[in-house]
Nanobody, 114 residues
């Protein structure tokens, strides 16, 4: 059974940092690209960043330079390091991946507020 379990969300002040984790199980993690998406209230889900099995990365323009996606293929975990957080980064962040990118985690709330 495939599982993607996110953790690390929380409340942070503008300019602060958080690191999200997504622990994967039930599939050959190292084979597949993994992504982080986010969805803010009243908005569509949007892609944040993607990392290939080999570690190649791609970011949405608004996250470049502030967010870093990484993975540990031994721990079957993908990370999202978020720095210089802004109010508009407030959203539920979702992990995605696996065959045909069909699997989703339950999401973790990130709230940026002073």
């Amino acid at each position: 059974q495939v599982q993607l379990v996110e953790s690390g969300g929380g409340l942070v002040q503008p300019g602060g940092s958080l690191r999200l984790s997504c622990a994967a199980s039930g599939f050959t993690f190292s084979t597949y690209a993994m992504s982080w998406y986010r969805q803010a209230p009243g908005r569509e889900r949007e892609l944040v960043a993607t990392i290939s099995g080999a570690g190649f990365t791609k970011y949405a323009d608004s996250m470049k330079g502030r967010f870093t996606i990484s993975r540990d293929n031994v721990k079957n975990t993908v990370y999202l390091q978020m720095n210089s957080l802004k109010l508009e980064d407030t959203a539920v962040y979702y992990c995605n991946g696996g065959y045909l990118s069909q699997y989703w985690g339950q999401g973790t709330q990130v709230t940026v507020s002073s």
